[in-house]
């Protein structure tokens, strides 16, 4: 079983304000992921790391950023949020091999 | 690339009837390939993997699937539906990104199943 956490669960928040999203996982995998996913469509993937400060853009255009100065930790930061960047976000992480586990999630609405 | 496509986006099934979520895939090199299941205002939880070593996979809750590689599917089956498997699945294709040896997954837009009492 994967232990992979995000934090908050929920948030609404303003728009122009500053929020950073937690995960953390205690597998020690290498390997970590951040999806976006909208209703009715495919996750997206917004960022990735290969491991300690290493991190690289996904496929779809995001203003968010991300660091990685710790293995279990990977948090993403919106410098400005917009009721544009309402989603869900989703993060990941994955060992040497390509099964990729799941955190529970963060449902993000900016008014 | 790579890319998936789940045929109908919501599919209504009986209690103890049986399931197929459909799955098609396309793929440049020989392709991994994942089911996972969303309950609602929950994370992914992976059902079953094919990693070429047997073209049947047996996955979690009763759920299997099968590779066919001349068809491109992948396609999810479970003999009689429970209550209990209603949920949002997702097909996903991993390929091995050069570099850093990175595998990505590309996902399908997912299929909602819905079960009848």
């Known amino acids: 079983e994967a232990d992979i956490y995000q934090t908050p669960r929920y948030l609404v928040i303003g728009t122009g304000k500053k929020i950073t999203l937690e995960c953390s996982q205690t597998m020690g995998h290498d390997k970590m992921y951040w999806y976006q996913q909208d209703p009715g469509m495919e996750l997206h993937l917004i960022h990735y790391?290969?491991?300690?400060?290493?991190?690289e853009k996904g496929d779809l255009s995001s203003e968010s950023t991300v660091s990685r100065i710790r293995t279990e930790h990977f948090p993403l930061t919106l410098e400005s949020a917009r009721p544009s960047h309402t989603s869900q976000y989703l993060c990941?992480?994955?060992?040497?091999?390509?099964?990729?586990?799941f955190g529970p999630g963060t449902r993000l609405t900016v008014l | 690339a790579q890319s998936v496509t789940q045929l109908g986006s919501h599919v209504s099934v009986s209690e103890g009837a049986l399931v197929l979520l459909r799955c098609n895939y396309s793929?440049?090199?020989?392709?991994?390939l994942f089911w996972y299941v969303q309950y609602p205002n929950q994370g992914l939880q992976l059902l079953l993997k094919y990693t070429s070593a047997a073209t049947l996979v047996k996955g979690i809750n009763g759920f299997e699937a099968e590779f066919k590689k001349s068809e491109t599917s992948f396609h999810l089956t479970k003999p009689s539906a429970h209550m209990s498997d209603a949920a949002e699945y997702f097909c996903?294709?991993?390929?091995?990104?050069?570099?850093?040896?990175?595998?990505?997954?590309?996902f399908g837009k997912g299929t909602k199943l819905s079960v009848i009492p």
């Open positions: 793929s440049s090199v020989p392709p991994y």
């Open positions: 996903a294709v991993s390929a091995l990104y050069s570099g850093a040896g990175s595998y990505q997954l590309t």
């Open positions: 990941a992480s994955s060992e040497r091999g390509n099964t990729q586990y």
């Open positions: 790391s290969y491991g300690v400060n290493s991190t």
